[in-house]
T-cell receptor, first 114, second 112 residues
Framework: AQSVAQPEDQVNVAEGNPLTVKCTYSVSGNPYLFWYVQYPNRGLQFLLKYITGDNLVKGSYGFEAEFNKSQTSFHLKKPSALVSDSALYFCAVRANTGGFKTIFGAGTRLFVKA | SQTIHQWPATLVQPVGSPLSLECTVEGTSNPNLYWYRQAAGRGLQLLFYSVGIGQISSEVPQNLSASRPQDRQFILSSKKLLLSDSGFYLC???????????FGPGTRLTVL
């Protein structure tokens, strides 16, 4: 069965500092991995994805994520956090075996303090 | 370009009343469509998905149902709402096996 774990309910970081939001996954076969961001009372917005190829994936708003197959992780990173990055972040996984369902993590709330 | 609409944006309904939430997608054809519920601003619960007109898969037993009368229209319904149906309902679509999902703006449902 597929699953996604986001071990931190909340991450606090000062503006200008690097940020990391953690994600680990479990899936049969090779994974398709995604990060989404949600602002209050809005739908989710796609940030980036890993399908195949280079383990370091770059996405929107300066975010990037590194796929680590041995650790089954896909952590989201940004070199310098902005106050406007404060939001709820979701990691998601889908197996490459042709399924229709994407499994989402419980979400991590990011607070960036000025 | 593709867009996804959901309405209404907010809804307050009494317990036992019926429900109809609508989602429409523009600018794409034959999408996979999804209904999610999000409680208390946290995780997403997949309720239904559809791979084509009239094809609905249910993920959890509940008093909700879904229908897909047209290729780009997805409707979430209930005959009698429960207090536990309150939440933020999100519609999403996807095409292709490698692609991300695109989410609508959501409907905030409060059952009193």
């Amino acid at each position: 069965a597929q699953s996604v774990a986001q071990p931190e309910d909340q991450v606090n970081v000062a503006e200008g500092n690097p940020l990391t939001v953690k994600c680990t996954y479990s899936v049969s076969g090779n994974p398709y991995l995604f990060w989404y961001v949600q602002y209050p009372n809005r739908g989710l917005q796609f940030l980036l994805k890993y399908i195949t190829g280079d383990n370091l994936v770059k996405g929107s708003y300066g975010f990037e994520a590194e796929f680590n197959k041995s650790q089954t992780s896909f952590h989201l990173k940004k070199p310098s956090a902005l106050v406007s990055d404060s939001a709820l972040y979701f990691c998601a996984v889908r197996a490459n075996t042709g399924g229709f369902k994407t499994i989402f993590g419980a979400g991590t709330r990011l607070f960036v303090k000025a | 370009s593709q867009t996804i609409h959901q309405w209404p944006a907010t809804l307050v309904q009494p317990v036992g009343s019926p429900l109809s939430l609508e989602c429409t997608v523009e600018g794409t054809s034959n999408p996979n469509l999804y209904w999610y519920r999000q409680a208390a601003g946290r995780g997403l619960q997949l309720l239904f998905y559809s791979v084509g007109i009239g094809q609905i898969s249910s993920e959890v037993p509940q008093n909700l149902s879904a229908s897909r009368p047209q290729d780009r229209q997805f409707i979430l319904s209930s005959k009698k709402l429960l207090l536990s149906d309150s939440g933020f309902y999100l519609c999403a679509w996807r095409t292709g096996p490698y692609n991300e999902q695109f989410f609508g703006p959501g409907t905030r449902l409060t059952v009193l």
